[in-house]
């Protein structure tokens, strides 16, 4: 078991700094740097000494070296947590990372909990009920739900709220709360506007879940154990939740792995525009268009690192729980 | 009915496999319909744009923002007529906010009719043509038909979205043949040599899988030089879109192979001297097209939706190239939505697309298996 997580650290440990080198490689390709687009700017507006303030921030964000030189300076850093200087806001990325996480974060998980809260019991009252009304109501909205991109509905959301309500949804603030400190009236004010995205971003994950839930439950039902848990007198509720579902949600650990704890990082990036909400996500959206090179890599090697980490502990988890799992 | 039943698997086992999958696609009604709806976009989108189209992609009309004009059943006296017709619209500057709108004028009507002609355009982009499935009276220059109202270039959403649906459609098409090409040949590649080449082209895969799809697509969007020439830019991205979805299909190929290489007809080609190529790609790809059709037809969505998020974000396509993720670039703010909702009539287009591509390929799934299951 040691050996198979060192060993699984090591290949990810080799990924990643793979995944930084291309990473780097990908924000570098686009002609020209953030400093070419900002001394065109600042000639334009007839700044004379245009030329010489660009030189001088090239010396400072070591954009004057070679590729391989610069992408050694950022790595070697990033390892002791400094993980280079935005462009744009002339400030450390880890700075404004740090500023957004909390909200990421909270958003992320209110978004998992709504998701897995809604998925397992209709997925259960699916497998239990195959074929009934009610299952095929079910399996109708989340064929529907699975291919409803969350920010073309976050967008008709937008037009519903804005034409309808005649209300304003973006943010996770109202105007008066944004710079306040926290107080209990903030933290309300939050819960009023986190529903929306938290419901839109959930709608995705819940229908591919519920299917899954449903396809596994209702393998595991048709196991002879169900039979034999029946055949012993056992209530059919006790057996379903107790006998069947424990066995068919373990698969499920899987994707809280791989998909819902990178989501953690980067959350529903598009939504998150549309609704303008302060996570992390449109952040990511700036640096690469305004080819701000040190966050934009620093996010997506941030990315890849929670996709390793996830699927290893999502696979320790299922060799935990599940007995029949072992690593090697 | 158990006779009935008989009667049917009897007749069932003389079928070829296709007609089998045919027989079985058909069952499923939500496949039928997913199909036809597919069909009839890449139809009326892909091929007959300029046709069906009142209005050409760029031809700017002096209404601005104009909202969407209602069709009504009736005629000139006001009086119940089965020729639907438009009202006109009548431009108001608005004293309180100082913005143009447009009040729908009951005086005047336009009855709509069915092959006008219009503006020339060449259909297939050969043969020149007039003829436009519907529109108004072309001898009456004030007459005009918006059905989902202009953009604020004047420009007729309705016939913006059927050309944007055109470029929509075809990144799915093109990407996924560019998909195919990568994700089929290395999968087989991979599964019938096995050994170094297998694993070089595993660990290929996994190194493109273990990128998020999302941040990646973006990543290299934004590294298109935004000098290069709108063509060139909708071929990269359509490249980058197959590059990002290669590796699933690889890998699913790959197992699909490994099973099929130990069958007996493989060893048969193998003693009558055939050349591994001709084993990968004439005795052992065919076994894998009906699970790689299914994987491909529930991708298409996906790059679909890709695009349409990165041109919509600004990182894909650029106007005068027009997709609809171009179209819903215009509604980036709640300002648009609160005085132009209209233009967010692109949406249902892109969710129909998307729901009509997942119904088929679900359908498919089912059916290309068509000795399992139910």
Redesign the interface.
Known sequence: MLTYIGRRLVYSFIMLVLVSFVSFIIIELPPGDYLTQKLQELQARGDRSAEMRIEEYRARYGLDKPLMERYWIWISNFIKGDFGESFEYERPVAELLGQRLGMTVILALSTLLVTWVIAIPVGVYSATHQYSTGDQIITTLSFIGLGMPSFLLALLVLFFAVMVLDQDIGGLFSREFADAPWSWAKVWNLLKHLWIPTLIGAVTGTAGLVRIMRGNLLETLGQPFVEAARARGLKNRTVTWKHAVRVAINPLIVILGTEAFPSIIVGNTLMAVVLNLPTIGPLYINALVGQDMYMAGTILVFIVGMIMLGSLLADIALAALDPRIRLE | MAEQNGAAEKEQISQSYWSLVWWKFKKSKTAVIGGIVVIAFYLFCGLLAEFVAPYTLQQQTEYLEARPQPIVFKNKEGNFSLRPAVYGLDEEIDMATRKRTYVVNKENIYPLRLFVRAEPYKLFGLIPMKIHFFGVNPDNSDAHVFLFGTDRLGRDIFSRIIYGGRLSLLVGLIGQALTLILGLSLGVISGYYGGSVDILVQRLTE?VT???R???F???A????P?WSPIAVYFMLTLILAFVQWGGLARQVRSLILSLREQEYVLAATSFGASDSRIMFRHLMPGTMSHVIVILTLMI?SMI?SE??LS????GLRPPLTSWGVL?QE?GS?RA??FA?WL?IP?PF??LA??SF??LG?GLRDALDPYGGR
């Not at chain 2, 919509?312 to 990182?315: A, D, M, V």
Request: glycine share 2%; net charge neutral; proline share 13%.
């Open positions: 190194f273990a990128f998020p999302e941040p990646l973006m990543a290299l934004a590294a298109i030089p000098k969505p939706l349409t998020a919509w974000l600004g990182l819903l509604v709640v939505i609160r909702p967010l949406v892109v969710l998307i729901l997942n119904m679900d």
